[in-house]
């Protein structure tokens, strides 16, 4: 491991894959991936899901990788310096900024209830609760005014905390801490889950296709997934590979985070949907409350008999939550707080703050969406349900879309191949395949998609 004088580089090579895998794998996989194969009919789901991750996810994220790195230590002035100074690029560099507050603000309240259900887990609060108490508490909690606000300040503070630590103390040592944790803890509870009685049918709603579901919402909610699970089309992976060294490897840390993060998709759905199966009745679609309601139901039902099993696997599955979220939400707050301490010269812990602060009150607001604020609606969505769409079907598809076209047909062919071939020293065999997506494919569906979905053909007509 080489070690470096310089403290806004990732010290080591796999520092920066594991603080880019870090970024990718959070609540997006563990939480919204198991949520939205149960809403969509599971395999079927899974299969575009996969597909729209190798064929448009991993070349946005190397895209953004190459876009970061080739900038330097400023991201906002990324898009301006490789496209060879052209200042009407400019405005490009503001899409992390503004990103990162969208993003945090609602990502954090989720975090926010997983930091709760740890809590609740470790004080043993689950114990003996019946099916229908899980259900009553949860909108209890979720929709008081102050409970949740109260943990989802918690989270923000926490993030705050190592983002202000900086790029080595904080952002890379806390993934190389908490990233194996996290591969420990998923393989024990895939262990268990895959234990439990009637295992088998949750393995065949994960593994067994039923196209007859699929239609145009599946395919824009599976692109929504597969580039909310990457963090790509916000500009999060330019801000980190801003502090990638020189010699790393762009196409390879793209394809093995992006296989991390697949992985842990799946191994979520193989810890969740085998656990709703074990009891008859429950059943995979139940949303966004399926990790919160569902799912601790299952643990005290099927572990009831033995309390110290109920006890364990909770906990250590919403510790695994709460890490998880840690690690994406980090990535959230570098994107903005970068800008401010970079660009308008804050010191980096004032700039984490500043950025906090707004989050907090933006997160405030998205988690009275689920109580007192319901009826306030914005284009017939609460806060919480429009910064998501905002985010994962609006920004990161349009987001990605553009950077492809930026890098594909606005920045010098030369400057993109040295880019991506290290200045010439690396074989690249993927490349042409990589500039054709990137050129053509990714533009082209992005836009076919987002205009079937916002009914844009029909208006056209
Ligand atoms: N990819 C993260 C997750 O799966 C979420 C995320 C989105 C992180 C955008 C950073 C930027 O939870």
Not at 57 to 71: L, Q, Y
Not at 320 to 343: D, G, P, Q, R
Request: charged share 10%.
């Amino acid at each position: 491991m080489k070690s470096t004088s310089n403290k806004n580089v990732f010290v080591s090579k796999v520092g920066a894959i594991l603080a880019a895998a870090g970024s990718a794998v959070g609540l997006g996989n563990v939480w919204r991936f198991p949520t939205e194969a149960g809403e969509h009919g599971g395999a079927a789901f899974i299969l575009i899901y996969v597909l729209f991750m190798l064929l448009l996810g991993v070349p946005i994220m190397v895209t953004e990788f190459a876009i970061g790195r080739h900038g330097g230590s400023d991201v906002s002035g990324a898009f301006e310096k490789m496209s060879g100074g052209k200042k009407g690029w400019r405005w490009m560099g503001m899409i992390p900024v503004v990103s990162g507050f969208l993003v945090l603000s609602y990502y954090a309240v989720v975090a926010g209830w997983t930091l709760y259900y740890a809590f609740e887990a470790l004080m043993n609060g689950f114990a003996g609760k019946t099916a229908m108490e899980f259900q009553t508490d949860f909108v209890a909690f979720s929709s008081d005014s102050l409970h949740p606000v109260f943990w989802t300040a918690i989270i923000i503070a926490l993030t705050c905390g190592i983002v202000a630590l900086g790029v080595q103390k904080g952002i890379e040592r806390g993934s190389k801490i908490m990233m194996p944790l996290l591969f420990v803890f998923i393989v024990v509870l895939v262990g268990c889950s895959l234990s439990l009685p009637n295992a088998h049918q949750g393995l065949q709603f994960l593994f067994y296709p039923d196209f007859s579901k699929v239609n145009g919402s599946v395919i824009l909610s599976a692109m929504g997934q597969a580039f909310f699970s990457l963090s790509v089309g916000l500009g999060c992976l330019c801000t980190y590979a801003c502090y990638f060294r020189k010699d790393v490897d762009l196409m390879k840390d793209g394809l093995s985070v992006a296989g991390i993060d697949t992985l842990v998709a799946l191994l979520s759905g193989l810890i969740v949907f085998p656990a709703v199966y074990s009891i008859p009745g429950l059943r995979p679609d139940a949303g966004p409350s399926l990790v919160f309601v569902t799912l601790p139901n299952v643990f005290q039902q099927v572990f009831g008999g033995i309390p110290v099993l109920a006890y364990s696997f909770s906990l250590i599955f919403y510790l695994l939550l709460v890490m998880a979220a840690l690690t994406s939400s980090i990535s959230m707050l570098e994107m903005s707080a970068a800008y401010f301490h970079k660009n308008l010269r804050l010191p980096r812990p004032l700039a984490a703050v500043v950025v906090s602060v707004v989050c907090m009150l933006f997160a405030t607001f998205c988690s009275w969406s689920f109580g007192d604020w319901a009826d306030v609606r914005i284009f017939g969505m609460g806060f919480f349900d429009l910064f998501d769409f905002l985010v994962a079907k609006l920004i990161m598809p349009v987001g990605g879309m553009l950077m492809c076209f930026f890098l594909g047909w606005v920045v010098d062919k030369r400057v993109l191949r040295a880019e991506l071939t290290n200045g010439g020293t690396l074989r690249s065999p993927l490349y042409p395949v990589f500039r054709f997506i990137i050129r053509y494919f990714a533009p082209v569906c992005i836009l076919l998609i987002l205009v079937n979905e916002l009914g844009l053909f029909a208006f056209l007509m």
